[in-house]
């Protein structure tokens, strides 16, 4: 046993504790628990819970070991329970368990924390951390695992969002914003190493916004087919084409409306063999009047569940954007101003997800100069669609700016999360 210091903030006092490798505050110095971070390092085998850019708990943990690794990325606790028995593996206690993902990933108190990878997947803790961590934390708590240590920086930028509390007015007519996507929960043994889009996913209708103190998730990516089939589909059916229920499938009235808008251009589309293609929808977004087609997408959940998704434009499409992440820790209405914080994670994308992006550089905007600012410099977000967001977010908001859009593990009952690859 040995004493370890914890560093609070003003608020608090300082606590020392004989807690074997493990600082601990209790759950009521923390001013607000929707603006708590959680940091897991697998290589330093340590959690770090934030309050903005101060740390109010350590502990060591031990993670996945060869064969069951922990994956890195961005996650929040989308379920807690004080006594859970895993269906996975012959019912093994996880007490105190915060689930990251349906897949079986979950931070939970363990009597053998090595401090070295010794687990199947989850990330264990110690008994009193894991359970003073239980009390500490709220549904949705953003986790961060990865393989280096990060420390999140208080980062200012216009992209960002800021307090608005416009009176409500009708959105511009060129702006569309759409229900976001819903899914079916699964649940699947392994996470995924690596995230895949599986098209196409249809619509669902958008719930009525939560409540307004209620903290917002926001995710910023490149557009998919998803996306640009379900704004053809809303185009051709604003331009007298019957395309159906813009729900992001190619279905039979869909793929007739294509053909015959594709038949009043000849000339525009002999040499396009392809179905859905750049050409298709530039002519589209042309024919409606709607200039040139966004290349991005902004998705917003609240509570767990979809808001609405619009459109951004990303500038040097073939330049990476990289993984960043970014949590709001406190508003002032009056001034208009919001405390960002943010950390860049490492995201190393497979020679298959560049081209199917179009990515032809990753490295520059992830290794050299500031990448943060770097990335939020690039997104262009509308000012209809922006007034819309500033109007929704609060202390424990997050954003997340990535390439590799939706993964198999965001799904029905969860935020956005985003499963990176490391070297």
Known sequence: MHVVYCVMSVRVSVLIG????????HPAYAADPRTLQIFVSKDKQSLAVYDGAEIVATSKISSGKDGHTTPSGIFSVIEKQKYHESNIYSNAPMPFMQRLTWSGIALHESNSVPRYPASHGCVRMPGDFAKSLYKMT??????IITGSEL?????DHP????PDRPEPAPLLSDVELRPAIGYAKTQVQVAMNETTVALPIPLI?????AAETSPISMLITRRTQRENVTDIQTLLNQLGFAAGEPDGLAGPATVQAINAFKALRPKEFARDKGFITDALIREVYAAAGKGEPPNGVIMVRQDFKPLFEAPVTITDPGLALGTHFFSLHAVDEAAGTADWLGVTLENNLSREAMKRLGITNQESSIISGRPI????????ISEDVRHRIDALISPGSTL???????GPETTEGTEFITITRES
């Open 205 to 209: 209708q958008a719930p009525a916004p």
């Open 400 to 406: 997340t700016i990535s390439d590799m859009g939706l």
């Open 159 to 162: 992209t960002l969002f800021r």
């Open 373 to 380: 600012a770097t990335a939020l410099s690039r997104i262009s």
């Open 151 to 155: 420390t999140p920086e208080p980062i």
């Open 18 to 25: 004989l807690l074997s490798a493990t600082a601990l505050v």
């Open 138 to 143: 709220e549904m949705g708590v953003p986790v």
